[in-house]
């Protein structure tokens, strides 16, 4: 059961609420009622994805007639062996893999070092007049700069996956920025002191004492980045020029119209390109729930 | 806030020096690669496309200025205009949506219901998935199996496929890209609704109030600057409209459903180029006037989210 699910990852995690043995609080009695009425509401979420599960799994004469949410008989397992053929799915995917483990990365590195120097000399006129220019980035949708953008990219040479990971980085920077130095304002600087009079430099102190103290906000940056980078579909498509190196997400853009006469094949690619977050979250149900809470509340 | 405590390492301390290396080299190195990225990457395209925008530049050879002659034009144009106010239309609604159904899924999933976390599993679940992809799906649900249905139970409204009707369009793109956001927006109201301590409500209870009278008077005041946060996340999001949108309709039947994004996009061709960076800056004053119109709204509510 799905319940089952939630509860899985006992791992140490951020301290929320444990809820363990019994899915229901403590005191007063089920509300029934309203049970039956969320689990009905629940469908609208769960039916699109049962009928793509479906659709990927029938034979092209099964798709073409009905609504398309009768029971997939004979089942075709051969749909995902074609749409992996098809679409190229592993160098797709090894795009999206590639892009989204540079952001994953290059979002926790840089916007914690600068979120840090920023935040420990804040004294300094430089460093506040750093943080608010770092800012404008909030005001900067993509779709403003894109233009130039796009221009820029392919004019040095990064019209590419690499391109579109470093674009991810400094799109998010400002809002990463100000997520870890909310959270670094919150550390006492003692403990960095006492590392600086056991003879630590700049560097280790950041990377002994203050980075394992942002594992929860660098998880919560982390997750926020894994998601967007991998479902983004506005940047690679538009950066990356070459189709051969596309994302899953501008693969299934890029193949819709080959899609059109073999439509189970085509859910069948949706559903691999779906599945990376869709099992990484219900593994990972709780971080990701906790980081988008701490990411709103700042 | 905290002192800075800048070790020693500034070496000879000219006046010049001062300024541009206050700190140990260390924090310099931090700090000026993010710098220097972020102005090549993001700040000098966008004065780039600024400067562009005053131009008759078509994305190569040669260009002069022209003035407001291309801000002129889109403001009398009826692709920009209609694509303004299919984005505007559609964040609004779509807003509003979202946020209401999800303030009511919070609830829902706060009281006590049986497996309720796996019944939240379930409604987060869209929040993970590509935006385009759910789209794709949903295109086939609503063009094909929808209108099966409806007709199988004579529901006239849904017996057409609504993608391809010109005015109802919009409606499909807002119930997806409701669909997607609604899952972010109910997890900030769990947040927010976890903070409530359940003695507010013991007492509320022990004065006879009823269900609807605790939501108005201790649930709703209490969310507040939730809902004001789910607001301007969902609104911001909602402005850049672009995958739901080429994933279901494409920007139609014919432009009925084109966002600013894509009008914006559409200057890579037909030597639109300048003429679109125009488009582009008047997309950035509208964003930034929300901005700071929320934040002025966050700072009048004590700014203490």
């Given at each position: 059961m799905a319940t089952e699910v939630s509860t899985a990852p006992v791992v140490a995690g951020p301290p929320i609420r444990t809820r363990r043995p019994r899915p229901v609080p403590e005191g007063g009695r089920i509300n029934w009622g309203l049970t039956i009425i969320v689990a009905i509401v629940s469908l609208i979420v769960i039916i699109p994805l049962y009928f793509a599960i479906a659709m990927a799994l029938k034979s092209p004469a099964q798709t073409g007639t009905g609504t398309g949410f009768n029971f997939p008989w004979p089942i075709q397992w051969g749909n995902f062996r074609a749409a992996w053929d098809l679409t190229d799915t592993p160098l797709a995917f090894s795009m999206s893999l590639l892009i989204t483990l540079l952001a994953v990365a290059g979002e926790i590195l840089v916007s914690s070092l600068a979120a840090w120097a920023i935040v420990r000399n804040w004294g300094h006129w430089q460093f506040r007049a750093t943080f608010g220019y770092l800012m404008i980035a909030l005001f900067i949708p993509f779709p403003v700069v894109a233009l130039p953008q796009v221009k820029l990219m392919a004019s040095i040479g990064l019209d590419n996956p690499f391109g579109v990971a470093i674009l991810h980085i400094l799109f998010n920077l400002a809002f990463n920025v100000l997520l870890f130095s909310a959270f670094i304002r919150g550390i006492p600087v003692e403990l960095e002191e006492s590392a600086r009079l056991d003879g630590c430099t700049t560097w280790q102190t950041f990377r002994k004492i203050v980075l394992p103290l942002l594992a929860p906000i660098s998880a919560t940056v982390g997750i926020f980045a894994f998601l967007q980078s991998w479902n983004d579909f506005m940047m690679p498509q538009l950066i990356t020029a070459n189709p051969k190196f596309q994302t899953l997400p501008v693969v299934q853009y890029l193949f819709q119209d080959q899609f059109t006469t073999n439509i189970n094949v085509a859910f069948a690619s949706y559903l691999m390109a779906l599945l990376p977050t869709l099992v990484v979250f219900l593994i990972a149900q709780r971080w990701v729930v906790s980081g988008i809470m701490r990411g709103s509340i700042k | 806030m905290t002192a800075t405590s800048a070790p020693s390492g500034g070496g000879p301390l000219g006046t010049v020096k001062k300024i541009?290396?206050?700190?140990?080299p260390a924090y310099l190195l931090m700090i000026i690669p993010a710098i220097l990225l972020f102005t090549f990457f993001i700040i000098y395209p966008a004065i780039q496309g600024m400067f562009y925008s005053f131009t008759n530049f078509v994305g190569y050879g040669t260009f002069h200025s022209i003035g407001f002659a291309n801000y002129k034009a889109a403001f009398s144009d009826p692709t920009i205009r209609d694509s303004y106010g299919f984005t505007l239309l559609f964040a609004v609604v779509a807003c509003i949506v979202t946020n209401v159904v999800a303030l009511a899924l919070a609830i829902a999933l706060n009281s006590k219901i049986k497996w309720r976390s796996g019944l939240r599993t379930i409604f987060f679940m869209p929040m993970v998935l590509s935006g385009l992809i759910v789209s794709y799906i949903f295109t086939f649900i609503i063009s094909t199996s929808v209108p099966i249905i409806s007709a199988a139970i004579h529901f006239a409204p849904l017996e057409s496929n609504i993608l391809a009707n010109q005015h109802l369009a919009w409606l499909g793109v807002v119930f997806v890209a409701s669909w997607v956001a609604i899952p972010g927006a109910i997890i900030i109201f769990l947040a927010g609704l976890t903070g409530i301590p359940t003695e507010v409500y013991e007492a509320a209870s022990i004065d006879g109030a009823t269900a609807w009278t605790k939501f108005r008077h201790v649930t709703f005041p209490l969310l507040f600057s939730f809902l004001v946060i789910n607001t301007i996340l969902s609104f911001k999001n909602f402005l850049n409209v672009y995958d739901i949108v080429v994933g279901l309709t494409g920007g139609g039947p014919g432009t009925a459903t084109t966002s600013v994004a894509q009008t914006i996009f559409s200057g890579f061709f037909n030597g639109d180029y300048a003429y679109q960076m125009a488009n582009a800056v008047i997309f950035f004053l509208i964003t930034l006037l929300f901005a700071v119109f929320q934040l002025s709204v966050i700072r009048r509510r004590g700014g203490g989210l």
């Open positions: - | 541009f290396f206050p700190v140990a």
